[in-house]
């Protein structure tokens, strides 16, 4: 159970293009899921957290314009990066903690989806 | 503000040998929790383990257990009978109330025949 499923895996495009990454819980309920951005050899650092049903919070020094997170459903949250620039290529995680548990339930992460700009 | 330290950078073990990866965190709250992850070649996030910080008893998985060090700020990983699929990076995360984790740098850890 908990599986999150992340779409897609790897993305290539040119630059100024927009993409879009999709989140699901396939199994569960997620009011809550987070979004990460790796660079090599790196750990995982948040970027924002996206509710279900209202805007995402984002962290300090993320540009909200430029990662556009909408989180229509209780199953399904999308990052956009739009007008992507090389700068922006990066390992992309999501996660989601299941619906109406504590802070001690784990966040189950997606596969990922490495995303290279041209 | 929540912060959490790894300082071995990277660790390496022979296969069947035991090996323990340091933790140290610190935070604010009272009530939180902590994570080891590990992360294969493949970039998926494995939990390995957990512990809520108001249970005194260490937690354990099979090979894997923690040495939990409250006083301290310790969250040690030390891993059993170490296999070659242990091969990985693992990180050591927190979370508290705001359910936000917080991870640290990591530890390759290699695991040698």
């Known amino acids: 159970g908990a599986v999150v499923s992340q779409h897609p895996s790897w993305v290539i495009c040119k630059s100024g293009t927009s993409v879009k990454i999709e989140c699901r819980s396939l199994?569960?309920?997620?009011?809550?899921m987070f979004w990460y951005r790796q660079f090599p050899k790196q750990s995982l650092m948040l970027m924002a957290t996206s509710n279900e049903g209202s805007k995402a919070t984002y962290e300090q020094g993320v540009e909200k314009d430029k990662f556009l997170i909408n989180h229509a459903s209780l199953t399904l949250s999308t990052l956009t990066v739009t007008s992507a620039h090389p700068e922006d290529s990066s390992f992309y995680i999501c996660s989601a903690r299941v619906r109406g548990r504590g802070g001690n339930q784990p966040q189950h992460f997606g596969d990922g989806t490495r995303l290279s700009i041209l | 503000a929540q912060t959490v330290t790894q300082s071995q950078p990277e660790m390496s073990v022979q296969e069947a040998e035991t090996v323990t990866l340091s933790c140290t965190y610190d935070?604010?709250?009272?009530?939180?929790?902590l994570f080891w992850y590990k992360q294969p070649p493949s970039r998926q996030m494995i939990l390995v383990i957990r512990?809520?910080?108001?249970?005194?008893q260490n937690a354990t998985e099979n090979r894997f257990s923690v040495n939990f060090q409250k006083a301290a700020k310790s969250f040690s990983l030390k891993i059993s009978d170490s296999q070659l699929g242990d091969a990985a990076m693992y990180f050591c995360a927190l979370t508290g109330t705001a359910s936000k984790l917080t991870f640290g740098t990591g530890t390759r850890l290699q695991v040698t025949l």
């Open positions: 512990q809520e910080a108001y249970k005194q």
């Open positions: 199994d569960f309920q997620a009011t809550t």
């Open positions: 935070t604010s709250e009272s009530d939180y929790y």
